[in-house]
């Protein structure tokens, strides 16, 4: 059972904030807590009577009460609308008041996080009385008036990208009369003597709740306390856990008796339809003359199977001398001792009864830091540092033969993404490795009982699961970017400004971003690596919209080191060139449907083999499904290439290989190299297409048919190619490849033919027709249809000129491989490479028309570029 134990301290400024002594005292209280609770008894089911303190008070009446005064919820017919009619009617006892105030900005000595001054409709927020002397008289108003509450109180709230509705703010539980905190507990010692029960409750803390208010599902609450003690009729008092308090509004509230005198507040979030906004309860401690609780779902998760590692790294066994990576000094030291103390011990221990300990462990820890910036009109939108560790864990069980892996079934285990701690900090970094290893060991043994089970009456795939590989080890010297975040904010402006010359653009931004990737990598068989890979990344993105509704829209995407970036002048005639062409494709012509010679030049080349038939390169292994479903879904995994290895891909003419190796080709610097992948193999070229036909694929250590070793190209969890060349010695000069294009126009009777400039996935973001007697007529937004990689067959002639581009490739098949392979975590899913390619002549492609329908443009002028009257 999970003992969740949470403290948070909220205030406007920093000197409201509780001095790092009473913070302390608040961790050594919880931490006393926790301890408590692992041994005190589970609740059994109860009813009968039961104090809440002021904490949990305030959540109680927050999801029992403050959620159904919401106004909206009166006018909704979906919603059980509980109080709907019960204005003028008592709800509390008397004395009791419930106000909701955002002018408020302290209770009980301490800020109130749901205060503001206006609400997100711009309504002034206020003081609002909802219960007065126990009795309904008000609901929480927005600015959609309900029968009988036409006006706004202030509490229109929504959270950024979501439409406001009645939501709360600061509530205020008052009691008239109230009695002392010992006065209070004689009067439940009283009525549980008088009821003749053996005990009642004592709920001191809440850590939240839920609560359903429709009317097609039960109209309950659920809160979830974490503090609870039974209170005998002597006056003992004793721990227990596991408690979920459960009930109905209007039966819950008619049994509120009492309240003692002592304030007490609940800052925290509220989630609902418009999305998630900062609240507060502040409410004394309440007597209830019957209240019902259940036991809380028994977790399946067992306890750790290893005990906690030592915090101290001082004993800890030092590495190699002869080891490179291990041997660094400095801050990196305390991690990798960490990744390596936590793996051996694991690799030699981590065993539940009866099975076995991992035969393969690997750790990868990225640590990001950069920073985002967005520039909208030559205007700042956003500015933000980026800074985080991630791990993911990579654990096999069985034997290399057959393991945990390649098997898709119902159960994913793959965990979420471990975040590490910033600090080097030797002991918080093991902890949480010993904890994301633990959670990996299990969801390995599930998944290897799941694939025993299935093959008990199937015939077995002979493939191995993980083929060997050489134990490499890599320190990369390279440095990180040095770009500042002032240098990136006045590009962005600067970029962002260009569209204010452009009238026909509607929407356009501008992001520059810095990513300084280091990457540190132990496994179990002896591979180590600390990799660096430093980007920057320029983006300008505008849209705009034809006469008849077409949306159109284009990119400039730039990713280079920051000394490889292009000058700003450069970037600013891209950025003006792109928004340009885009502009004036609002007025050219449409195509709806042709088949026939298409010539794909420059960045739509790059974008076409990166798009289509890049991802056939990839030798991604089919798992065994988990039954007839399952097999359908893994069916889907197949890569039509993986039978193809000496069939012809491509014409003759043609080759292919990945490099990996290259930093450069010509004049043109590459982005796609690296020393080792990500699972530490070695870089090395490889042959893919030679002369049309097929020669190999790109793989990892993840075997296929036909193909056992690695070719070093696992980027996150698949193969991934890194710089992807396209060449031939038949290339032809610009004006011979011009006059085979007209000469298959005229070949096949054809009235034009169409060159694609640029493309994004299917979309044809810019092309014209080409006639036979050299006219171009630009076309507007199109889309390829019924490609695939078998249409490079069918490419009739290339050019002599060769364009590099670099993109992101997308892992091939991401989310079932996410599924079936050995990694917990949250590894990346696409990785920057480049593409060297020539111009590419079809024979045939389709170019059709966008299906669907498109919005109606903007009612009212760009004000920018609005003339003044």
């Known amino acids: 059972m999970t003992l969740p134990r949470y403290e948070s301290f909220f205030s406007f400024t920093p000197?409201?904030?509780?001095?790092?002594?009473?913070?302390?005292?608040?961790?050594?209280?919880?931490?006393?807590?926790?301890?408590?609770?692992?041994?005190?008894?589970?609740?059994?089911?109860?009813?009968?009577?039961?104090?809440?303190?002021g904490r949990a008070s305030g959540v109680f009446f927050h999801e029992i009460l403050g959620h159904r005064v919401e106004g909206h919820r009166q006018k909704r017919v979906d919603d059980g609308q509980t109080f709907k009619k019960k204005i003028n009617e008592r709800i509390l006892p008397p004395g009791f008041s419930v106000t909701f105030d955002p002018s408020r900005r302290q209770a009980a000595g301490l800020d109130l996080v749901g205060s503001y001054a206006y609400d997100n409709q711009g309504a002034p927020g206020g003081r609002g009385v909802v219960v007065d002397d126990g009795v309904l008289v008000d609901f929480l108003m927005s600015r959609t008036p309900i029968d009988g509450f036409p006006i706004s109180n202030g509490h229109g709230r929504k959270q950024y990208g979501y439409s406001p509705v009645s939501r709360q703010s600061n509530l205020i539980v008052e009691v008239r009369d109230a009695l002392s905190r010992e006065?209070?507990?004689?009067?439940?010692?009283?009525?549980?003597r008088d009821s003749g029960r053996p005990f009642g409750l004592f709920i001191d803390d809440i850590q939240g709740?839920?609560?359903?208010?429709?009317?097609?599902?039960?109209?309950?609450?659920?809160?979830?306390?974490?503090?609870?003690?039974?209170?005998?009729?002597?006056?003992?008092e004793e721990l227990v856990r596991g408690v979920d308090l459960i009930g109905t509004p209007l039966t819950t509230l008619s049994r509120v008796i009492a309240a003692d005198d002592e304030m007490a507040v609940f800052n925290g979030f509220c989630g609902a339809e418009s999305g998630s906004v900062p609240v507060s309860a502040a409410a004394p401690g309440i007597l209830i003359s019957q209240i019902e609780v259940q036991k809380k779902g028994k977790s399946q998760e067992r306890l750790p199977i290893l005990s906690r590692p030592p915090q101290d790294g001082g004993d800890a066994?030092?590495?190699?001398?002869?080891?490179?990576?291990?041997?660094?000094?400095?801050?990196?030291?305390?991690?990798?001792?960490?990744?390596?103390?936590?793996?051996?011990?694991?690799?030699?221990?981590?065993?539940?009864?009866?099975?076995?300990?991992?035969?393969f462990l690997a750790y990868r820890v990225d640590e990001v830091e950069g920073f985002r910036v967005w520039a909208h009109f030559g205007a700042l939108v956003r500015s933000s540092p980026a800074k985080r560790r991630s791990l993911s864990v990579e654990l096999r069980v069985g034997d290399p033969d057959f393991d945990n892996t390649n098997f898709l079934s119902g159960y994913t285990g793959t965990g979420g993404s471990t975040t590490l701690p910033l600090?080097?900090?030797?002991?918080?970094?093991?902890?949480?490795?010993?904890?994301?290893?633990?959670?990996?060991?299990?969801?390995?043994?599930?998944?290897?009982?799941?694939?025993?089970?299935?093959?008990?009456?199937?015939?077995?795939?002979?493939?191995?699961?993980?083929?060997?590989?050489?134990?490499?080890?890599?320190?990369?010297?390279?440095?990180?970017?040095?770009?500042?975040?002032?240098?990136?904010?006045?590009?962005?402006?600067?970029?962002?400004?260009?569209?204010?010359?452009?009238?026909?653009?509607?929407?356009?931004?501008?992001?520059?971003?810095?990513?300084?990737?280091?990457?540190?990598?132990?496994?179990?068989?002896?591979?180590?690596?600390?990799?660096?890979?430093?980007?920057?990344q320029v983006q300008a993105w505008a849209s705009t919209q034809a006469d008849d509704g077409t949306i159109l829209e284009d990119s400039e995407v730039v990713y280079a080191r920051s000394d490889d970036l292009p000058d700003r002048s450069v970037l600013v005639e891209r950025v003006?060139?792109?928004?340009?062409?885009?502009?004036?494709?609002?007025?050219?012509?449409?195509?709806?449907?042709?088949?026939?010679?298409?010539?794909?030049?420059?960045?739509?080349?790059?974008?076409?083999?990166?798009?289509y038939f890049a991802p056939r390169l990839a030798a991604v292994r089919v798992p065994l499904g988990d039954g007839f479903r399952y097999e359908q879904t893994a069916a889907a995994a197949r890569n039509p290439f993986a039978d193809k290895i000496g069939a012809r891909v491509m014409p003759r003419f043609l080759a292919v290989r990945d490099d990996p190796t290259l930093l450069e080709y010509g004049r043109h610097r590459l982005h796609g190299g690296y020393r080792v992948d990500d699972e530490g193999v070695r870089a090395a070229p490889t042959i893919l297409v030679e002369r049309g036909r097929l020669k190999a694929l790109l793989t990892t250590r993840n075997p296929v048919e036909g193909i056992d070793s690695s070719t070093g190209n696992r980027r996150g969890i698949a193969p991934v190619p890194s710089n992807l060349i396209v060449s031939t010695d038949e290339g032809l000069p610009e004006d011979e490849l011009r006059t085979e294009f007209v000469a298959l126009i005229h070949e096949?009777?054809?009235?034009?033919g169409i060159i694609v400039q640029r493309l994004r996935g299917s979309t044809v973001v810019q092309a014209a027709k080409v006639y036979p007697d050299g006219r171009t007529v630009p076309i507007r937004k199109a889309e390829l249809s019924g490609l695939s990689a078998s249409t490079f067959k069918e490419i009739v002639a290339v050019s002599q000129v060769e364009n590099v581009h670099t993109l992101r490739f997308s892992t091939a098949r991401s989310a079932i491989l996410s599924r079936t392979s050995a990694v917990h975590g949250s590894p990346r899913y696409d990785t920057i490479g480049s593409v060297v390619v020539p111009d590419l002549l079809f024979e045939e492609v389709t170019v059709r028309k966008p299906l669907g329908n498109s919005p109606r443009p903007p009612v009212l002028a760009h004000p920018f570029f609005e003339k003044a009257p």
Do not use: C
Not at 221 to 228: A, C, G
């Open 183 to 192: 006065a209070l507990k004689e009067q439940l010692l009283a009525m549980i």
């Open 576 to 611: 003006r060139a792109m928004a340009e062409s885009l502009s004036g494709q609002r007025g050219a012509e449409t195509i709806d449907r042709y088949s026939g010679p298409v010539l794909f030049e420059g960045q739509a080349a790059a974008a076409l083999v990166a798009g």
């Open 748 to 752: 096949r009777g054809n009235e034009f």
């Open 423 to 536: 600090d080097d900090d030797y002991g918080a970094l093991r902890h949480r490795l010993w904890l994301a290893t633990d959670s990996a060991y299990k969801n390995a043994q599930r998944k290897l009982a799941g694939k025993r089970a299935a093959l008990q009456n199937r015939t077995r795939d002979e493939i191995p699961d993980f083929v060997d590989a050489p134990a490499v080890q890599f320190l990369d010297t390279d440095g990180s970017v040095n770009w500042s975040v002032e240098d990136a904010e006045t590009l962005a402006r600067t970029l962002s400004a260009v569209f204010k010359q452009t009238p026909g653009i509607h929407e356009s931004r501008v992001q520059t971003d810095l990513d300084n990737r280091r990457s540190y990598y132990v496994n179990s068989e002896g591979a180590s690596y600390v990799k660096v890979e430093p980007w920057v």
């Open 209 to 236: 709740g839920v609560t359903t208010t429709g009317r097609f599902m039960p109209n309950a609450f659920n809160v979830d306390p974490n503090v609870v003690y039974r209170i005998y009729p002597d006056g003992r």
């Open 317 to 359: 066994r030092a590495p190699p001398d002869d080891d490179a990576v291990a041997a660094k000094n400095g801050a990196e030291r305390a991690l990798l001792q960490a990744m390596r103390d936590e793996l051996d011990r694991s690799t030699a221990n981590l065993a539940m009864e009866g099975m076995e300990t991992p035969y």
């Open 15 to 53: 000197d409201g904030l509780p001095p790092d002594e009473a913070v302390l005292d608040t961790v050594a209280r919880m931490i006393r807590d926790l301890d408590a609770l692992r041994e005190a008894p589970i609740v059994d089911p109860y009813t009968g009577p039961a104090i809440l303190s």
